[in-house]
């Protein structure tokens, strides 16, 4: 081997005519490679065939050109002459003067329009009147629309041929005059064909064209590879100045790249080594030539140059530096025994690689928290989240202090009180106070210095901060020392400018302090979380303040009643308040209402319309009407709302539910009606369950449908069940397993309202309610026998004498002789009342409940009235009376007739 400037160079051998310089031997090359030697640009062959090609292509090229051209202007002929002939035929055709002037000129020509388009080719033949709108077309939905192109020498009696781009494409088209006898023009006929339909003459010598083209390439193709391989046998391959130039260039590369390369031979010498193999092995200076055994190759490295080994990007030790080595034999493909090896100083590469691990793994951590932190609109489950996205792989330990006023929906006031709301660490007992505790912010503290600068601060040693902190728990310090805590890293939870709290990275151990990377890595993190922290203290702001409103809409309390035994739950949903209610009414005649609705939605603006749907059902209720008339109503107002929400743009409520009950303890008796509720479930006294499935009428809203009432006797004891679809149904339950549940949870007697209200949410409640839950459980009394009075009145003013008697001696069985006078006064004049203005049969009861309740009931449907009495009059102030000694009064209309009512309170 020749040295030459210190650096080794292949052998420069002379080579001898017709061979090539390759382990002594000379190989053909292969058709293909002699193919793309011999069109190389640089060889005289390659140079022959460019311009020969240049040549064809040149002539092919204008000879297209010409045809193109001559074929264009073969084609605009074509389609102005045969456009122009169809319309100057059609508009010359008979009848077309009198199909214009008819009454439907569409009627008459469309038919022959189209046959003559059919007939001649052409793609369109419209006919126009005098204002250019089309009578006919091919496509029915543009006649009577303008016509598109010029019209006005048309109308001055002439033809005319032109170009455009219609809707249909390129065309060329024709517009005629259609003139009558007197030579008045009376329409135009315009005919039109695409110039894509014209036979192109091109397309006919276009074949002929490409194949001689073809041909010539295909001759210089030849020409140039025979010259070519002319050429070879002359010049037996390369010359010897491109030999030369070659192995030059290859030496030049070799020492240049910075990837050191060994060539050893199969005895295990060393043939050639490049400059940055000398460097990266400190070979010596007169290392080529000499076995690898005298060479003092590292152990590792030289362990990978045996014989016949193949390695490929391994990683080995030598000198301080990681090399990644690949070796490969020569002999494959006949080639000479030995070895090629590379080397690659890969020491800066893994340093690099490692810090590209380290922002790898925290783009991850990232990446997790990202999914993890803010899947809930809960500021304490959010905060968690964020204490545990970055334990173990960030910090050791983690804390997440918020103001109370955050935790409670508010916006915080600067120096508020804070509050754990996360932690997490890598050990079971974590060293600092636990969730939910009050944590102090000790002044002068690395905590208290981000809070007051809104800014993360990293503290390395905690000694003093330890210090501060052991003078409000000096216990809790110690055992923040025996875990070894020596690092934190304190970063503010901002959003919008507040300060919300602070999150604190704590590391101990082995672990080393925080660095301005983690600082990034941390206030990034924290940022995100800041965020979902604010939307859930947001969101909880909103969703107190909807549950407020909500709950100061719904009854506080149950009324005080006779007829029912009643119990409720109420249970807002997780993802905001919605729209049902319930309601117990006191009705007259000892009689109670019960009622349970859902509105469709969620948020304030459902649980603002369920108040104005029950101020509603509680103002319909005191007239007294029949549960579907009570319904029929309510379904004109939830209409009116709409229509009156509609215009303000703000969602309409159609669809809202409701189900109204009435319960008569004297007769035992319930009607009910319901608007798209779910029906109610019955508890017969022995346990039996049954599901009330009656006619539903529409949601509220759908004015015009009608509602039906049913009626049941309920055997004192039973227990009428009302709910709202929340409680049966659910998006992992269906409703019909929902009601089966409830069947079953109510299948058991014995237990009271507030029992039966428990054991069926424990039995139904899901974890997470998706909806509101509404819960109503009545059980049904019975009034006495001996606490009800009736008499017959006969239509005589002199049966009020012994009315009254018989009232006053019922009244002193039940022990009211306090009420004996009032009760006198109301019933004399509600009997005279109904005696002088009513219709027979005129009957009275008295029911004795938690009031005493005077009816007296007559079949007219008259009314009377309150009103003032002037001081001429002679009657008109026995109501006045009435009103003024009972305690309530009014009228209940009935299907016979009406019932006029009086209450009093007992002594």
């Not at 469309?110 to 091919?138: C, M, W």
């Not at 010539?216 to 391989?229: I, T």
């Not at 059980?779 to 006053?808: F, K």
């Not at 009032?822 to 009861?845: C, D, F, H, W």
Request: proline share 7%; hydrophobic share 40%.
């Amino acid at each position: 081997m020749a040295r030459n400037s210190g650096r080794s160079r292949a052998p420069s051998v002379p080579e001898s005519p017709g061979r090539r310089p390759h382990g002594g031997r000379e190989r053909p090359p292969a058709p293909p490679q002699r193919l793309r030697a011999a069109l190389r640009t640089r060889s005289v062959a390659g140079q022959v065939f460019v311009l020969q090609v240049l040549i064809v292509l040149l002539l092919v090229a204008g000879a297209g050109t010409q045809m193109v051209i001559q074929a264009r202007q073969d084609t605009a002929t074509e389609g102005r002459n045969r456009s122009l002939a169809v319309a100057e035929t059609f508009a010359a055709s008979p009848g077309i003067v009198e199909a214009i002037r008819s009454p439907d000129p569409t009627a008459v020509l469309q038919p022959r329009a189209e046959a003559a388009r059919i007939k001649s080719g052409v793609d369109f033949v419209v006919v126009l009147n005098t204002d250019a709108i089309r009578y006919t077309h091919p496509m029915p939905d543009r006649i009577g629309k303008k016509f598109v192109g010029t019209t006005a020498p048309a109308l001055a009696g002439e033809s005319i041929t032109e170009e455009v781009n219609g809707t249909i494409g390129h065309l060329v088209q024709a517009v005629v005059p259609v003139t009558d006898s007197g030579g008045q023009v009376v329409g135009m006929v315009s005919a039109g064909i695409r110039t894509s339909r014209i036979s192109d003459s091109a397309a006919k010598h276009l074949p002929i064209l490409l194949g001689s083209a073809a041909a010539a390439l295909a001759l210089a193709l030849a020409g140039s590879a025979l010259v070519s391989r002319r050429l070879r046998r002359q010049t037996h391959g390369l010359d010897p100045a491109e030999m030369t130039r070659m192995y030059e260039h290859h030496d030049a590369v070799l020492h240049a790249v910075r990837e050191g390369v060994l060539i050893i031979g199969g005895d295990g010498r060393l043939l050639l080594a490049n400059d940055e193999a000398s460097r990266l092995l400190a070979l010596p200076a007169a290392a080529e030539g000499r076995h690898l055994s005298e060479l003092e190759l590292d152990r590792p490295v030289a362990a990978l140059l045996l014989p016949g080994r193949t390695v490929t990007d391994e990683v080995v030790a030598s000198g301080g530096r990681l090399l990644a080595v690949n070796v490969r034999p020569t002999d494959r493909d006949g080639g000479p025994p030995g070895l090629v090896v590379t080397l690659r100083d890969s020491t800066e590469l893994r340093a690099l690689s490692g810090k590209a691990d380290l922002a790898r793994h925290r783009l991850e951590l990232l990446y997790d928290a990202g999914l993890a932190v803010g899947s809930t609109l809960d500021v304490s489950h959010t905060a968690q989240q964020l204490a545990g996205a970055a334990v173990p792989g960030f910090a050791d330990y983690v804390t997440v202090d918020l103001a109370e006023a955050v935790l409670q929906g508010d916006e915080p006031e600067p120096g508020a009180r804070m509050r754990r709301a996360g932690l997490s660490g890598i050990g079971d007992q974590a060293p600092f106070h636990p969730i939910g505790a009050s944590v102090p912010v000790v002044p002068g503290t690395p905590r208290a210095r981000a809070l007051a600068a809104g800014r993360s601060v990293i503290e390395d040693d905690l000694t003093e901060a330890l210090n501060a902190w052991r003078e409000y728990d000096a216990q809790r310090v110690l055992k923040v020392r025996e875990q070894g805590v020596h690092a934190l890293l304190a970063v503010p939870l901002q959003a919008r400018g507040v300060v919300l709290g602070i999150a604190t990275f704590w590391r101990g151990g082995e672990r080393g302090p925080f660095d301005e990377e983690d600082r990034s890595f941390a206030e990034e993190l924290v940022a995100r979380a800041a965020v979902s922290i604010d939307n859930a203290r947001r969101y909880t702001r909103e969703h107190t303040m909807a549950v407020t409103l909500q709950r100061s809409l719904l009854p506080g309390s149950l009324p005080e009643q006779n007829a029912l035994d009643a119990a409720y739950r109420y249970l807002p949903a997780h993802a905001g308040v919605g729209g049902d209610w319930f309601d117990v009414i006191p009705l007259p005649g000892a009689r109670v209402a019960l009622v349970v609705g859902d509105v469709v939605g969620h948020g304030l603006h459902a649980a603002a319309t369920m108040g104005r749907l029950r101020t509603a059902v509680h103002n319909f209720s005191s007239l007294d009407l029949p549960p579907d008339e009570l319904l029929g109503h309510l379904d004109e107002l939830v209409n009116r709302i709409d229509q009156e929400q509609g215009t303000d743009g703000q969602a309409p409520i159609t669809g809202a539910t409701c189900l109204y009950a009435i319960y008569d303890p004297v007769s035992r008796r319930c009607s009910m009606a319901r608007a798209g509720h779910l029906p109610p479930a019955l508890v017969h006294p022995d346990g039996t369950v049954e599901i009330v499935d009656f006619v539903a009428g529409p949601p509220l809203g759908l004015v015009g449908l009608p509602f039906e009432t049913a009626e049941l006797e309920l055997p004192e004891g039973s227990s009428l069940v009302l709910y709202t679809d929340g409680l049966v149904e659910h998006r992992d339950r269906d409703i019909d397993l929902g009601l089966d549940l409830l069947r079953s949870s109510l299948a058991r007697p014995g237990r009271s309202p507030e029992q039966v209200c428990d054991d069926v949410l424990g039995a139904l409640l899901p974890v997470n309610p998706t909806d509101d839950i509404a819960l109503l459980v009545a059980r049904t009394r019975a009034l006495p026998a001996e606490r009800v009075a009736v008499w017959d009145v006969p239509p005589d003013p002199a049966a009020v004498r012994t009315v009254r008697a018989q009232v006053t001696a019922q009244l002193a069985d039940w022990g009211l002789e306090e009420l004996e006078f009032t009760t006198e006064l109301i019933l004399s004049e509600l009997i005279t009342n109904a005696i002088r203005y009513g219709v027979p049969p005129i009957q009275v009861r008295l029911l004795h409940d938690r009031i005493l309740i005077c009816e007296v009931s007559d079949r007219s449907s008259t009314s009377p009235h309150l009103r003032y009495a002037a001081s001429t009059d002679e009657g008109g102030r026995g109501l006045f009376l009435v009103a003024q000694f009972a305690e309530r009064w009014g009228t209940r209309y009935t299907g016979s007739g009406k019932v006029i009512w009086a209450e009093q309170r007992l002594p």
